[in-house]
């Protein structure tokens, strides 16, 4: 799979030439091969595609990140059930049993809980705080039927924030660098599940039938506060989300973590840990291992893009 992440945010229209994607502003094109593209995100609605270049990025599993107006993530083209084995690997997410699913789904809100107590450990260490949701993990069950999740959450971003803090609540400057991290995460996930033959509308706890993606819903939990610890260290002084806040939180998938024994990029560590999951339904693994916070370094100022590409 491809390493890069392209941003466009020009005019620009974007058709296929050799195996590369050309993209043309109107002072040339621009030649980037098709198979070092992981993902690209339009940020611009002046943005022209063809035809032709959609299916070579489906066949090519590449995902398209589709902006509104408001510069918020909006859409996702990804390809559709191009895995080999894609019929044998849907029966083992249909044939596992709710039970399962729920020993899966303890295990992951553990962890995330786990990884928001990591977030308020660097940046308001509270004990108190802390002893609380230590408390909410160690009373996750199986399912969570007493949704220690939604409790431990109400906590967390209070603390972060203030008693007054709402996900819902546009005013507030950190839910959009909330909600568009979370969306480009969320769709690297899905483009990474239908790499590995899972189908994305079967969830293990997410089951709309409204949801395409509820599989990608269930996987991003113990990765939302990675989101949570970035976004709140660019946007702590800011005034406005600025397209440069976008643009650092797009290049969230080229920073360093430590996951399984290995130093990786952090797009690297999704495609693991879901290819663990698809492992682990199958038998072929017995245990997942669930991304850890405490292997995420924030960057210092002077870090350098990675492998993406604003154009």
């Known amino acids: 799979m491809g390493f890069r992440v392209v941003l466009i945010e020009s005019e620009a229209k974007v058709s296929l030439k050799l195996n590369n994607l050309i993209v043309n502003k109107g002072e040339g094109d621009i030649w980037i091969p098709i198979d070092d593209i992981s993902m690209i995100i339009i940020d611009n609605l002046q943005v022209t595609l063809t035809a032709r270049m959609l299916s ?9 990140v589709i902006s509104d107006q408001k ?29 399962k699913y729920d020993e899966i789904w303890k295990f992951i809100i553990k962890n995330k809980i786990d990884n928001q107590k990591k977030v308020i450990q660097r940046i ?13 993990k160690n009373e996750v069950e199986n399912g969570d039927p007493t949704n220690r999740e939604a409790h431990a959450a109400k906590v967390y971003f209070n603390t972060l924030m203030d008693s007054s803090f709402s996900r819902g609540n546009e005013e507030i400057l950190l839910n959009s660098g909330l909600d568009y991290g ?29 949801n395409r993606f509820n599989l990608a819903d269930d996987l991003i939990e113990p990765l939302r ?26 290049n969230m998938l080229n ?14 560590m999704i495609e693991e840990y879901v290819e663990q999951y698809a492992s682990y339904l199958s038998g072929n693994r017995d245990r997942i291992e669930i991304p850890d916070i405490d292997g995420y370094t924030i960057p210092n100022e002077n870090y350098l893009l990675g492998e993406e590409d604003e154009l």
Do not use: W
């Open 124 to 136: 308001k260490p509270i004990d108190e705080i802390i002893r609380e949701m230590e408390c909410f």
């Open 71 to 99: 510069h918020n993530p909006i859409g996702l083209y990804s390809s559709y059930d191009n895995h080999s084995r894609i019929s044998k690997t849907v029966k083992y997410q249909i044939e596992t049993t709710k039970e």
């Open 225 to 250: 506060a990675f989101v949570d610890l970035y976004a709140y260290s660019i946007l702590e002084d800011a005034e406005f989300f600025m397209p440069e806040h976008r643009h650092k939180l797009v």
């Open 56 to 64: 070579v990025i489906a066949e090519h599993n590449v995902g398209i």
């Open 255 to 268: 920073h360093k973590v430590y996951y399984n024994s290995k130093n990786m990029y952090l797009c690297n």
């Open 182 to 210: 979370y969306a480009i995460i969320r769709s690297y996930i899905a483009r990474i599940c239908v790499g590995y033959g899972l189908n994305t509308q079967l969830g293990m706890h997410h089951r709309s039938e409204y």
